[in-house]
Every structure is written in structure tokens, then in C-alpha cells.
């Protein structure tokens, strides 16, 4: 079955995250997040016939997203931080706007034989990219006790990580842990039950943002998108936890994942980003009623500022 928009994911904030890229008919336009297409095909609907659009998705299912012909948009199998060397590829030298939506898709979570969820016994792999790389079990098996405690502390931000960490290395040590139930089993006794499931979510978060290298993709992304936009193009992002949220928030108030601030001799901020919506958006009641996981979804949007 051909997947839709609607089938693999909802898209989340639609019209406000389209909106804020100030869509101009002739444009070229990137979303890094293609997943189902929602977005893409809002912008597309939005562009003229001389408009272009990226999509860039690097795991395989998303190609089966793209239904019919557009001789205006190009689809990207590829990961989001390679932004800049295949928009040099494609010869181009900046873009109009950039639409990101950090979320993982409804179809992965669904999916369950990728071990994203623990609402399945599956394979512990968790990889968007299915072709290359580590798995969530190798992340489990070979990291250290040091290393897997850094991972749940950073990443899911888990007070018992060190707990955690332990009871992994102990169970390990008499089995590899290959699968989403072995994993449970193994920190079953960590959490208290009251707050189980949130701390699992957690602990799944943690592997697959390790397993992926979510943080360093959307840095570089990020700073790529900085010098790809022309002046007046709009970067369009919507974050859903607050490892990601910090760095979106910091690339579009100081130009840097750091929040490192510069000041010119004036005085004044220097960045090469101006914020669109001091106030961050949220989804509507509406939304949230359709949507349950929105909930968490934060959308920012920034200006390209001219150079001086």
C-alpha cells in the first residue's frame, strides 16, 4: 500500500509552519523533513510554476510518499546535515526558506519491526536510515556503563541514568540484549510504575537520538541553513523536546547552537537570524483534539537578515 500524508503522518502545524516561510511564487524552498509529504505539498501548492522544492528524507519508506509527477520539486535520499553539499550539487547558491519538522513520523513509531517503540517486541534497531550504521542493540551491548549513563542523562535526560546504565551492563553480561522486550526486561525493576512509561519514553528517546545522531545532524544542518538563506528567506521549525528546542532556539537569537551572544561595536546583537514570533507557537485545541502528539510540538521561525 501506497502510504499517504495521512497514513504515515499527520503533519503537525501545517499551515502555521508553511505560512511563516512567506512562500514567493518563483522561490526555491527546502524541506529536510519530507516524511509524508504534508508539508511538501502545502509549499508546492503555494508555489508558482517557476518555484523549485528540495525534499530530503533519508529513510526509504518516505520515496514511497511522493505520489505522481512535479517537475518542480526534487526529492533528497539523504540525511538533513548533508544540506549544503547537495544544494551545491544541485547548483544552488541560496534558497528562499526551510521548513524543518524535528518530530519522528507516526509510521515509525507504528512500525514494528524497527524497534522505535516498546509498545512492540521487535528488533532493537531504531536506524532511519536502515542502510548503514549502528543499531540501538549495538548501542546497548558495546557501549560502556559510562558511556550508555552519558547517553540516557544527555539525550533523555533521566535522572536514574546511571541506574539504568547498570542494570543493562548486568543483564548483558548473561545475554545480548537483541530485542525492545530484552530491553524492558532488563530495566524493568528501575522505574516505578507510576511513572513507567514516561521514563521508558525517555530511555527510547536517548538510544534512538544516540543511534542516529540527531544533535550533531540538526547543528550542521542548522548552520548550513544559515548560510544558504538568502536575506529575507524564513527558516520554519518545529522542535518537540528540549535538547532540540535549546539549539533552534540558540541558532536563531545568537547564529550559533551555543547561544554564544556577539555584539558589534555598538553595542547590537550580531546574528545572522532575526525571530519572526518572539513567542513560540503551539498547536490549536483543534489540533491537539485531531492529534494527540502534537502536543509537545514548539514551531519557531527567523528571518535571514541582510549583511551589513
Known amino acids: 500500500m501506497i ?14 509552519s508553511v505560512g511563516g516561510l ?19 505539498r502545502e509549499i508546492l501548492r503555494r508555489l508558482g510554476p517557476d518555484g523549485h522544492l528540495y525534499g530530503f528524507d533519508q529513510d526509504a519508506d518516505a ?3 511522493l505520489a505522481g509527477t512535479d517537475s518542480r520539486f526534487t526529492f533528497v535520499r539523504s540525511n538533513f546535515r548533508y544540506l549544503k553539499q547537495w544544494m551545491r550539487y544541485y547548483g544552488v547558491d541560496q534558497i528562499d526558506g526551510l521548513l524543518a519538522d524535528l518530530g519522528v513520523s507516526s509510521h515509525h513509531f507504528d512500525d514494528a519491526g524497527r524497534g522505535f517503540s516498546f509498545r512492540y517486541d521487535s528488533p532493537l534497531d531504531m536506524r532511519m536510515n536502515a542502510r548503514a550504521g549502528r543499531t540501538a542493540a549495538d548501542v546497548v551491548n558495546e557501549a560502556s ?8 542523562y544527555l539525550y533523555g535526560e533521566l535522572k536514574q541514568a546511571r541506574r539504568v546504565a547498570s ?26 510504575r507510576e511513572r513507567e512509561k514516561k521514563e521508558v519514553t525517555k530511555m527510547f528517546q536517548a538510544l534512538r537520538i544516540e543511534v542516529n545522531h540527531e544533535m550533531e545532524a ?11 538563506l538568502r536575506p529575507g528567506g524564513r527558516l520554519s521549525v518545529i522542535t518537540y523536546h528540549s535538547l532540540e528546542d535549546r539549539i533552534v532556539k540558540n541558532v536563531m537569537r545568537a547564529g550559533n547552537a551555543e547561544g554564544k551572544v556577539e555584539q558589534d561595536f555598538y553595542g547590537r546583537l550580531k546574528s545572522p537570524l532575526h525571530l519572526i514570533n518572539n513567542r513560540v507557537i503551539t498547536p490549536s485545541a483543534e489540533e491537539l483534539e485531531a492529534n494527540p502528539r502534537s502536543r509537545s510540538a514548539k514551531l519557531r521561525i527567523a528571518e535571514k537578515q541582510a549583511d551589513d
Request: net charge negative; aromatic share 6%.
Open 218 to 228: 540538526l547543528r550542521e544542518m542548522l548552520a548550513a541553513s544559515c548560510q544558504l
Open 145 to 152: 556503563e559510562q558511556q550508555l549513563a552519558d547517553i540516557f
Open 22 to 40: 512567506d512562500i514567493q511564487p518563483g522561490g526555491i524552498y527546502v524541506d529536510v523533513t519530507f516524511g509524508g509529504g504534508g508539508h511538501s
Open 63 to 65: 520515496e514511497q510518499n
Open 3 to 16: 502510504k499517504t500524508a495521512e497514513t504515515y503522518h499527520v503533519s503537525v502545524l501545517l499551515n502555521e
Open 167 to 192: 542494570a543493562i551492563v548486568k543483564a548483558r553480561a548473561a545475554r545480548p540484549i537483541a530485542t525492545t522486550a530484552q530491553l524492558l526486561e532488563a530495566t524493568d525493576a528501575i522505574f516505578a
